[in-house]
Structure formats: C-alpha cells, structure tokens
C-alpha cells in the first residue's frame, strides 16, 4: 500500500488539529498527492479512517508538537488554539510555521485590535480593558447597549457578550484578563473576503462572500456578496493590506462590516475559514487546496466563481437527538447541494456540517441549500 | 477517533477494486459521512492513507470476498476482473452486490454484444468467433482491415488489435476464445453517457459527454459534447434503455460511436469511469456520489453541468523518468485546472491523474487542462 517515491520532492504538510477544517485540508492534499499529516486530539472525530497520517495528542503537551514537526516539512494549523511559546521554539530551531506564531498570536483579540489600529485601518470604535470601569467609561462615551468580547478563547459566539447596561457586567468574570469592548453597531451587511499568500509574497483574493451570522455562529454564506464594486474593492483592499502588512501565509480570512455603507474590519482568522467552505463547489480553486498551494509555497490558483451563484448553510446541532447521518435519504430529496457531513456527534449549537447550492441565481441557490440544510436536521426550511 | 453512532443507520459500502476509481469514491463517501470500505490488492497503492478502511486481499482466493462481504451491507465495483462464480455466491447468500452478476457478466466483450444484439440497439457490425477462419469470413463480407478484440482481459486499449489482412491473425493466439470481430469504422466522434439508476428503477442520466481516444485510451472528455440536440436524446435513450433492459444498479458508461449520423453503442462499463471524472468539478452531482447514492438506494442527485464547459485531460506515464508528483508546481503555474493525482508510479500508457479544467467555452477549457496536463509530464502541448 505504499509508493517510496511518494512525497520525496513535495513539502509534506503538517496541520495541527483534527476537525472540519483538517478533514477537508486533507481530501485537498489527497488529490494532489501533496502528503498531508494531521495532528488531532483524542476527541477529534473528524478523521476516522486516515490513520495513518494522523497523529493523536496535545499539542500543548511537551514535545508533541516538536515530534509532529519532526515528520513533516512544514507546519500550519487548522485552529489558533495553539500554545504560542511552543511555536516560538519550533521557529527558532528553524521549522517553517506557515503562517508565522506573529501571526496566530492575533488570534487574540486584544493583540489583533491592537495590530489593526496600528495599520490606520477602519475599526469599529473599541477599547481594550480588564476592568468594568473601563467598559462603563467606553459606555459613557458610546452609549449601552455594548458588545464585550473576552480577548481568548472565544468562537463561534462562545466568548462574546451583549451588555444592556452596567448591571450586566457583573457576569462577566473581570479577572485581570482582557476584553475587546465595541458599542452594538447597526450592521448593514457583514462581508469576508480570503486572501492567500506565499511566503515570499503572491497573493490571490477570492471574491467578497456576504455572511449571515445568528447567535454570533456564522449561518449562511452567499457569493458573490452582490455589492457594489466599490463596496468589493474596499473589502478586497483590506483583505490584502491585512495580509501584505502582518506578513500572513496560508489563507487569512478576515471578517467585515458593513456600516453607514463603510467597510470595517471586524476580525481576522489566518487560517482557511466557514466563510469559504463554498469555494469547493463554486471556486476554481478551493480556500483548502490554495491554503495548501500556499504553505508548501507552490503557485496559487484562480480563485474565480466558476457558477454564477452559490449558497453555503451550515449544519448545526440543536437540542433534539436529530443526526444528519440518519437523515441522507431526506437531505437529499429535499434539494440540489452537496452535502458535507464532519463525522461529529450532533450538539447544541455545534457545527456538524455543511451544505453547498451553486445555481443561477442566489434565490435559488439559497432556496436549495436552506431546504436540504433543514432536512438534514429535520427542521422546518 | 471513533464515534460510536457512525454507520448505524446508512449502509455501508464495499468497493472491490483499490485503483483511483476506489479512491475517488471513498472521497464521496466520505464527504456524506457514508462509510465506504476497499478491497484492494497488495500491488494498489491509491488508498494509502486510509488504512481503517481499506482491505488488503485479491477476491478472487477463496474466502477474501465473503469476509470483506460481512463487513459492509453492498458490495459494488471498481472494475470488472471479478470472478463471477464468486459473485453468483455471495447473492445466492443474500448479499446485495450491486450492480449484480448479470450485468458483471457483461465485462466479457462477446457476452455484452450479444445482450446487446439481443435489445435490436444499434451496434456496429461484428461478429464473434473463436477461430482464424471466422475472421476471414467476416472479412469477405466486411474487407480488412478489421477490428479484433479479446472478449476479456482487455482494457485502456489492452486486447485490441488492428489488424490489416489474415497475415495479421497469426500473432492473435487463437487458443479457444472469443474474439469480438468489428469493421474498422469510420467514426465521426465519440461520445459517452452515464447513466446512474438506483435498485428500483430511478435513474438520472448524465449530459453526453465526447470522448478523444489515442491508441485505445481515453485522452480527453469534453462536455457538453457539443452534438445535435438529435444526437444528444439519441445517446441518452441508449443509455437509459441498456440500464434497463439490463437491470444495472449504480452508474453505468455506455461508450458511443457517432457514424454516418447514427449513434452506435460501442461498449458498456458497469461502473464510474474515465469519462465522467469531470464530473467532480463540472456537475452538480459527481459520478461517484452518483455512484454511492445508487448503490446505497438514496436519492439520486442533479446531473446538471454547472458551468459552461469542461474539458479532462488524462495524465498518462511515458516512456521517460518523469513523475508528476515531481511537478506539482509546474502543472499549477501551466493554467487554471484541478490536478488529480492517483499514487501511482508512472510507467508507459498508464493512468496516473488527470486534469480538469472548468471555463467559459471549450476552447478556454481544453487549452488549461491540455496546457496543465502536458507541464505534469514535462510534455509539449
């Protein structure tokens, strides 16, 4: 079952961590025959049946990671939850960290405000603090309600708060840690555009996707975004400075809003991203292979639509013991998208899935994908 | 790494076969959460990196197939070099092997002609025979040259013989037989038509697709094949009435010779094939999706092209040292295409990956997936 030529001439790529995002960073490598190794916890699922090219431990753990890296030539990470110190001492012994810990140490909210205001770019107004005096002075300032994100920590809604007023506060835990404090802005549009880039500087910029978010979760994603172009120049604009500035590889997806028809940039993931699951189907190159072309610094792809229009619903577990697994048969009768299950245990509010529409229009490619989406986890459309 | 609930409610699926058309099914399957499972022989290096689910054995020694058998809930196909006796055991048992014997049966070349013949479809003229003189006398009829092929074994152009008068049939070997005899035709074009159909019938039928073949191997597909809207049902029916007639279940290839404006049915492949790989980025539904959701008897999906054209290009070894897997950068900065790698060594008129280029016409496509496919091999275009 093996091929001793295999993978001699190409970079073998490490990705730290096993779940959704690791699973499709494979199918991507296997088709290239690009030699993708994993390194996922015990209780990542998403893996089952790549053995032998996953390794299962902590990467905080001493010397798992430095172990990890022994094997391949390359390191890049499907999450930001990374010891930071760790990869500092991976870089210093010269392993290639794609993107740089410079890069994921923005993972931190705190850090990663920090890091934009000091490229002058359009910022939500915010403050940084670890007391709830500091919230209650940016509130008299900005008025309640505010939105108080912890600094670590936090995705996918976990981590970030709504405050109606100073009573409110009392909840959040002020512990000496940091939180990104933002007044509720009215939201016009929220907007993402993926940039990839190679170490020594080509970038490719997919086009601008709108998002829909419930409950801090991304929901939906629609390409193209249907603004305006100079709405998408802006976004892509941003997308690129961000990159070119904090000298990002791989792909850095970075989330945007769209206030008083201004963009802002709200914040950032160098990392490949829910906002491009999409690009499998409708791209001509997906976010997973070009984030692959990118940390192996091979040239990156065309990131054209190649359908006129494409809608991405995530699956999400709720408090039923509804299993999309179960529910195939349903899912596919219900509409025309390609279904991506993650071989995860369904859970309130876990992402378990994906599915895709492409169609001619977004109506119909959203009409497809919210039907089959609702099937999977026999929900009313 | 496991998950209990995996598996407990879709069936699970058995390939017999390990080469790239195994691989490209697992991909599907694993996309859906479906389990699909491998037997494949020692010398099948394709799978490596999915050792779980993958059964190392030749099904043809006694035993192997029925253990594989007991561990999925069908077993389907890859290729056709199955012992049918086998076959014909495991579905006396009760196992559901889909498609069936029958239609296996139908990998001998003068077993499928005669099935063939038996529907009235338009076939080329032909006669089988086991003996030198029964090509003379076909030849008196038909003249030289002629088209001689061994009713097994062959494939990629393995079994077929040109032969130009009955000097040629000495190197034949006629040993006892069959040989399916054809007049060199004059062949228009080449067409292909999938068509899935689940065990009760349902069927969806891909677009007609025009193959290109050179030295008996398929070279290039393009869709849409760009025929009469007349040629286009014509093909169509013809694969819908053989998946019939024949009780096929998953997908069936019908290959198609287009001459003096009729369409002929050239041969039949019951299973995925060459000539719906595009199918992975160019149709709504891929072949093998397709493939599983027949045989696992769910809801076929939509067979739709999504763009505007597509063109395939194998990438086939030659007689040079030269490895694709060497030249994954060369191949990506050719042009705009998907590289399919298959973790095969290259040796002389093997397949070992193919290219796939989606645009917005032809001519764009075929030039990418050519210009890629021929940088893989360090080739001229």
Not at 26 to 36: K, P, S
Not at 190 to 205: K, N
Request: with cysteine.
């Amino acid at each position: 079952m093996t091929d001793g030529r295999h993978g001699v001439h190409q970079p073998r790529v490490g990705v730290v961590g096993g779940g959704q995002l690791a699973r499709m960073l494979t199918h991507a490598g296997e088709r290239l025959d690009l030699e993708v190794r994993i390194l996922a916890k015990p209780s990542d699922t998403s893996m089952r049946g790549h053995d032998p090219l996953v390794t299962v431990g902590d990467p905080d753990e001493p010397g798992v990671l430095d172990a990890f890296a022994a094997t391949v030539d390359v390191v890049t990470f499907e999450n930001e939850l990374v010891d930071l110190d760790v990869l500092r001492a991976l870089e210093a012994r010269g392993v290639a960290v794609r993107p740089g810990s410079h890069v994921l140490a923005m993972s931190n909210k705190a850090t990663q405000r920090r890091a934009l205001a000091a490229l002058s770019l359009p910022l939500p107004p915010f403050v940084v603090t670890t007391e709830a005096s500091g919230v209650e002075k940016f509130a008299a300032e900005h008025g309640w309600p505010l939105v108080v994100k912890s600094a670590t920590g936090g995705y996918d809604g976990r981590g970030v708060h709504m405050v109606d007023d100073a009573g409110g506060l009392a909840t959040l835990g002020f512990d000496g840690s940091e939180f990104v404090v933002e007044p509720m802005l009215d939201i016009e549009l929220e907007l993402a555009v993926l940039v990839a880039r190679r170490p020594g500087g080509d970038t490719v910029t997919f086009p601008v996707v709108e998002t829909v978010q419930r409950r801090g979760m991304c929901r939906e994603v629609h390409a193209p975004a249907g603004v305006s172009s100079e709405t998408e120049r802006a976004a892509r604009h941003l997308g690129e400075s961000i990159a070119a500035s904090v000298d990002a590889v791989g792909v850095l997806a970075v989330e945007l809003f769209v206030v008083d028809g201004e963009v802002l940039v709200n914040e950032l993931a160098p990392r490949v991203h829910n906002s491009g699951h999409l690009t499998i189907e409708a791209n001509d190159t997906s976010q997973f292979e070009q984030h692959l072309r990118a940390v192996a610094d091979l040239p990156l792809g065309s990131t054209s639509l190649r359908v006129p229009a494409a809608t991405m619903v995530n699956v999400v577990g709720d408090t039923t013991d509804v299993d999309p697994r179960d529910r195939l048969a349903e899912g596919m009768a219900a509409g025309d998208a390609a279904i991506h299950l993650y071989g995860k245990a369904p859970r309130p509010e876990r992402k378990i899935g994906h599915v895709t529409s492409c169609g001619p229009d977004r109506a119909t490619a959203h009409r497809d994908a919210a039907s089959v989406a609702a099937a999977l986890m026999n929900e009313p459309v």
